[in-house]
């Protein structure tokens, strides 16, 4: 028995947060895929192309036609709606392995962060966790050579 890859909804998930990184034709968008979840997942134009052309009609991505190809790219709407399933998102990655979205923000690397540890909570000793975070946050306030809490006190 074949278990599907995405579950429902996480396929045109994952497209809006591909074509909020940089507008892409749906040539490029199964390229990407196939390299983000690969070899497990292989794109094909049957579930790929319907997803898209969803999205855009429901107004959360857009197309455009350029050199006889049409690029999409992420709506106003579509970034919303992105930012809305953040914690969705950041749970197909952990599940995945995968990281979808490039930012230099931290928000993706915190919800996936949320996501793995959420599991948790109830099962592991709260101050040890709380310690561990602090020393960690120390450390990451430490990287931009500003002071931190710590140093501040």
């Not at 009609?57 to 709506?75: F, I, Q, S």
């Not at 709606?81 to 931290?106: C, D, F, I, K």
Request: charged share 30%; proline share 6%; aromatic share 6%.
């Amino acid at each position: 028995m074949s278990r599907r890859f995405f579950g429902h909804g996480e396929l045109p998930l994952v497209l809006l947060a591909l074509l909020t990184d940089r507008p892409m034709n749906g040539y490029e968008v199964m390229s990407e895929l196939s390299r983000l979840f690969g070899p497990r997942y292989r794109p094909s134009p049957g579930s790929v192309y319907p997803a898209v052309e969803a999205l855009e009609a429901e107004g959360l991505v857009e197309g455009e036609a350029r050199d006889g190809r049409k690029t999409y790219r992420t709506t106003e709407a579509g970034a919303g709606a992105l930012e809305e399933r953040a914690s969705a998102l950041a749970a197909l990655e952990v599940r995945t392995g995968t990281h979808v979205r490039r930012s230099e923000s931290l928000e993706p690397t915190l919800a996936r962060f949320g996501a793995r540890l959420a599991p948790l909570s109830g099962h592991v000793d709260a101050d040890k966790v709380t310690a561990i975070l602090d020393r960690a946050a120390a450390e990451i306030e430490s990287l931009n050579g500003l002071p931190t809490e710590e140093t501040k006190r």
